[in-house]
């Protein structure tokens, strides 16, 4: 981009060259992880055996989310990977609250960012321990309330309804992978690329330094590091890398907040969730979320 | 059809939904605004303390860096009390209170830090952080010579054994480095040899020397990674290359000898020699005596201090350097020069004759005392502490059949180190054509403020 605009002899200002700067790196660093979470739900629906993944699951609901939300165990993709392979369990056959669970909990305790947050922070403060218990203490509970919902179909967008409702063709699995890479890619790129572009946008407007004059104070330094989570929109796996200068300016809790909010909530996550749930449920399940990641932190705070 | 989510079976109201999601709601505001409360009323909250142990007891100026869970208001030293008390100075920034020790901390011993009156940047509710922490007993080096080998050895003043570093055959001196020793070997010819010895790995560099020199002298700054020696030719010839030739070797650099030079720009011909206790310069005795305070790494930075006869000790503080002249013992202040005659304080057993003398950080003085038995022709030497107004002995050995032969202060003043001969009538000399021993020197450690002996090693040439 830069040489592009180098060599034509054109100079964008300063301030739509940080734009690009931020969008694209949230691109970059996003992509690798969405493929590799389109290419696991394709595994999810074409290829694993019909009834695989509930043959191991128990039939009591809250112990099945339980069971479910220790999935990401197993599955090294972050936050954005997550939402096509959500899809992929629905139409797989598991509920939207079941689905819900997974997808708050997997990119919080997937390997690599439990190993990098232990990079970054060890044991201090409990940082570590609240991130992966508040996380999957969150996923639990917004999928318990989600299971409340009478209509589960009433969850989800129309178009993702259609896209579950689709009658199979009649192919080999190999053309269904390549039909099913495609249709989800055009579903998902989009909204990543969108949300890129909001995230850019936000840390262009709002000066970091505004939000870090409240970094000692209990409360605002919560709501600020939500805020930074959200805006800033970057990957679990590397999130506490990214987080790691704060912790002399903030308190902990209000790390700890920023590393259980961001992977489920952030501008990029919801533009990408909404290919798949309703505006109401994204509203009710920030809300739940960010008092929960609240909560995480507050505690923190007092206990650590 | 291919299989789609699942609807739950089970019969669902929008009622029952929408009453449990309010009520999750509330209850979550309602918490969180409950932690908020205790959060503003707790105040700052200490998250971890840290400090290097055996650092403060070795070195002043150390720091004990307390890391609070918030970004705090500016801390003063007022608002830290330390017991045991230690002079210490306070800054802070972000949530980091950095307390720092003016002086070196004692061994072993328990320290408990109070800061009172923390609040945040918004002088929220004021709250007293406490750290306590124990100090460490660093390692301590000597050499212990025996058959076949000698042996550089470690220990603590602490209960546990000593440990073998460096083991060869005939090591007459050593320094200790940072991270390294320099040993010095004599071989059968009475010519000596430099090592580098790596104290992480047991790597071993050897030192390329002029040929046929003997190395005598060797000293190093605690923690310093430049060492200094005196090179003299072996041979008779009438006008040896080197003669007492000082010469310094910095392992952060080339790793060649390099000679320290004087005022006329040749190489400094030293009587004696020894470092300032930050090893930035040193004070070195010439043949002609005049004592000099030279920057070995700075061309031209020679300042004369003055004539003497012999330089004796410099003080852990770097203010004080004994020295001698026809008529005794001098203090001499490096600041500006000014000197008083020592004179032992009185003394229980007589008027002893004073000796080796080293300044401690309050002022008091460790010295070697020699005085004449009632026989009088036996004399007994005896470590005392000098307080100005009266000598206290410390150390003396048994029936006084021994002979103390050299003391070495601990770097916090706690503790001295002397170097003693048991019994004079049974000694045997290990035959070392330099630095010559008695093979029975022991070294004893003595707490100054008690006077009791904490430990004793077989060995000599102490470093702390």
Redo the contacts between chains.
């Keep these: 981009m830069r040489a592009i605009v180098e060599g034509s002899g054109f100079s964008l200002p300063n301030q739509v060259q940080d734009l690009l700067t931020l969008s694209i790196s949230v691109i970059i660093e996003s992509l690798p992880f969405v493929i590799l979470g389109i290419l696991l739900s394709i595994v999810v629906q074409v290829w694993l055996p019909e009834g695989f993944l509930m043959r191991f699951l128990p039939h009591n609901g809250v112990l099945r989310r339980a069971g479910i939300s220790l999935f990401g165990i197993f599955l090294p993709v972050c936050e954005c990977g997550n939402v096509p392979l959500t899809r992929g369990l629905m139409v797989k056959g598991f509920t939207v609250a079941e689905s819900i669970t997974f997808l708050l909990a997997a990119p919080i305790i997937n390997p690599i960012t439990i190993i990098t947050t232990h990079q970054a922070f060890g044991f201090d403060n409990g940082i570590l321990i609240a991130r992966i218990v508040g996380g999957l203490a969150i996923a639990n509970i917004v999928g318990w309330v989600f299971s409340l919902h009478p209509s589960q179909s009433s969850l989800l967008t129309p178009s993702f309804i259609a896209e579950c409702r689709r009658p199979e063709h009649p192919d080999t699995k190999r053309h269904k992978s390549v039909d099913l890479f495609v249709r989800e890619s055009s579903a998902i790129m989009p909204a990543l690329f969108i949300g890129a572009l909001v995230a850019g946008a936000i840390q262009v407007a709002v000066p970091r330094s505004v939000l870090i004059t409240l970094g000692s104070d209990p409360l605002f330094s919560i709501l600020a590091m939500m805020l930074l989570a959200f805006v800033i929109a970057v990957c679990s796996n590397v999130d506490a890398f990214f987080i790691l200068p704060f912790a002399n300016t903030f308190m902990p809790g209000s790390i700890a907040t920023f590393l259980v909010f961001g992977p489920i909530i952030d501008v990029k996550m919801l533009a990408m969730l909404r290919t798949t749930f309703t505006t109401k449920v994204l509203v009710q399940m920030t809300v739940v979320v960010a008092l929960l990641s609240a909560l995480v932190g507050l505690v923190v705070n007092y206990v650590a | 059809?291919?299989?789609?989510?699942?609807?739950?079976a089970r019969?669902?109201?929008?009622a029952?939904?929408t009453r449990?999601?309010t009520a999750?709601?509330v209850v979550?505001?309602v918490?969180?605004g409950l932690?908020?409360g205790?959060?503003?009323l707790?105040g700052p909250?200490l998250?971890?303390g840290t400090v290097d142990t055996d650092a403060v007891v070795g070195q002043s100026g150390q720091q004990l860096r307390l890391?609070v869970?918030?970004?705090?208001a500016p801390v003063n030293a007022k608002q830290v009390t330390i017991t045991p008390n230690v002079a210490h100075k306070v800054t802070s920034q972000?949530?980091?209170i950095a307390v720092q020790f003016d002086a070196r901390l004692k061994y072993r011993t328990d320290y408990h830090v109070r800061v009172s009156g923390v609040t945040?940047?918004?002088r929220g509710t004021p709250s007293t952080l406490e750290y306590s922490f124990t100090t460490g007993s660093p390692n301590i080096y000597y050499l212990d010579r025996g058959s076949p080998n000698d042996r550089i050895m470690r220990a603590r003043l602490d209960a546990s054994p000593p440990t073998v570093v460096y083991s060869t055959r005939r090591i007459q001196d050593f320094a200790l480095l940072e991270g390294a020793l320099a040993v010095v070997t004599l071989s059968e010819h009475n010519e000596s040899s430099l090592d580098l010895v790596s104290l992480s790995d047991g790597a071993v560099e050897h030192v390329a020397l002029p040929n046929h020199v003997v190395i005598q002298k060797v000293d190093a700054a605690a923690g310093s990674s430049t060492f200094g020696f005196t090179l003299t030719s072996t041979g008779d010839s009438i006008r040896p290359p080197y003669s007492s030739t000082l010469f310094t070797l910095d392992l952060s650099g080339s790793h060649t000898i390099k000679p320290v030079v004087g005022l006329n720009g040749k190489p400094l011909l030293v009587l004696d020699w020894e470092y300032m206790p930050d090893g930035s310069s040193l004070l070195a005795l010439t043949h002609d005596r005049s004592l000099f305070m030279v920057d070995p790494k700075t061309p031209g930075s020679v300042l004369p201090l003055g004539q003497f006869n012999e330089l004796g000790s410099i003080s852990r503080d770097g203010k004080i350097a004994t020295v001698s002249d026809a008529f005794g013992l001098i203090s001499l202040k490096l600041d500006n020069l000014r000197q008083e005659r020592l004179v032992p304080s009185p003394f229980d057993e007589g008027e002893p004759y004073l000796g080796l003398t080293e300044y401690l950080p309050g002022g008091e003085r460790v010295e070697k005392l020699l005085s004449i038995e009632p026989d009088g022709i036996r004399f007994a030497s005896t470590v005392a502490l000098d307080n100005g107004k009266k000598s206290q002995v410390l150390y003396r050995t048994p029936n006084d059949d021994g002979s103390i032969q050299n003391f070495s202060v601990s770097p916090n003043g706690q503790y001295v180190a002397v170097e003693v001969i048991p019994n004079v009538t049974t000694s045997m000399s290990d035959g070392y054509y330099y630095d010559s021993h008695s093979t029975s020197t022991t070294t004893v450690f003595v707490d100054i403020d008690s006077g009791n002996v904490v430990k004793s090693v077989e060995g000599f040439d102490l470093s702390w």
């Excluded at chain 2, 019969?11 to 929008?14: D, G, N």
């Excluded at chain 2, 869970?69 to 705090?72: G, L, T």
């Design positions: 059809m291919r299989p789609i989510f699942t609807e739950d019969p669902r109201s929008a029952r939904f449990t999601l999750l709601i979550l505001a918490l969180c932690f908020v205790l959060g503003y707790q909250k998250s971890k890391f869970n918030q970004v705090v972000g949530g980091l945040s940047v918004d």
